[in-house]
């Protein structure tokens, strides 16, 4: 069950970054969509949602057209490393307490009350939820949410421009290893932090996600923004979790792609759509150092 358990969610991990629900597609629907242009390529990057449901296609035909036209596919992760076996042996290594130690003995007693009725309302036997590390549980619980209300990583949008991707150079911005890591790196204070906020968010994920969707849809950036850097308005205590999760990666990626602006050849990129927002986003490091960006 524990290995189960765990592979069901390796393409799962990610959703803090940024999450979706889908009611119905609007005919305005436009996506999180922008063209970055040097004096020797473009470069276009699409904000991702990681988990959809089959309504939302077809998509855009600009969205659509700029994918066929592009002879690189950038993912934040190519998803050949998340298929992998290794990864699994990675989240079992970085993401469980070794044998003889517990969640129990890195937790808080209130945070440990809040969390067994929320095990025992998605069926997870505490024991089992125990050898998770908080990080680790408290993507498992959004996951388990997430599937409950009928989204699939197989909707996502990582997922269809990978299946559409047969012919094409595929590259990643980041190693799965890098990320799994980054968590890895987090004080327990933290991850405590990240469990305790996703279990009190829990029965509001639904709605959130909803405006999230709708902000996907319309291409408003300035709601993603918003409604992604939640947590930290509320709560100071999650900057160094955000440090770490976005800004940190944010200038790394941008980065990569700089580098892809000073080739020859038409990049397609696509990121969780709360790295490419606000005033440390990857689009606004793009503008500030004079590339062209335009939203399409």
């Known amino acids: 069950m524990m290995k189960k358990q765990i592979k069901g969610i390796i393409f799962l991990w990610f959703i803090f970054y940024i999450v979706f629900y889908h009611v119905s597609v609007r005919a305005e629907q436009k996506g999180l969509f922008w063209q970055v242009s040097s004096n020797k390529s473009i470069v276009y990057i699409l904000g991702s949602v990681h988990l959809f449901k089959k309504e939302i296609y077809p998509l855009d035909q600009k969205i659509e057209q700029a994918f066929n036209s592009s002879e690189v596919i950038a993912f934040e992760v190519n998803l050949n490393e ?11 290594q ?13 937790i ?5 009350n809040l969390l067994i009725p929320r095990l025992q309302s998605h069926g997870v036997p505490a024991e089992l939820a125990m050898r998770f590390r908080p990080w680790l549980l408290a993507m498992t619980l959004q996951s388990m949410e997430l599937q409950r209300l009928g989204f699939m990583p197989e909707y996502g949008i990582d997922r269809y421009f990978f299946e559409k991707a047969e012919g094409k150079e595929i590259t990643g911005l980041e190693s799965a290893q890098y990320q799994i890591e980054i968590f890895d790196s987090l004080s327990e204070k933290v991850q405590e932090l990240f469990l305790l906020y996703t279990i009190r968010d829990m029965d509001q994920l639904s709605s959130i996600t909803d405006q999230l969707l ?6 408003d950036a300035s709601i ?5 850097f939640r947590p930290l308005k509320g709560d100071p205590g999650f900057l160094p979790l955000y440090e770490r999760l976005f800004y940190e990666r944010n200038s790394a990626m941008a980065l990569r792609i700089e580098n ?4 020859e050849k038409r990049h397609f990129v696509i990121i969780g759509a709360g790295h490419l927002v606000g005033d440390r986003g990857i689009i606004e490091i793009l503008k500030k150092k004079g590339y062209k960006v335009r939203q399409l």
């Open 224 to 228: 993603v923004e918003e409604l992604t």
């Open 260 to 263: 892809f602006l000073k080739t």
């Open 108 to 112: 808080s007693e209130t945070t440990l």
């Open 94 to 106: 970085k993401g469980l307490y070794p044998e003889g130690d517990s969640l129990k003995s890195h």
């Open 82 to 92: 998340m298929d992998s076996m290794d990864m699994l042996a990675l989240f079992q």
């Open 214 to 219: 709708k902000a996907w849809e319309s291409g």
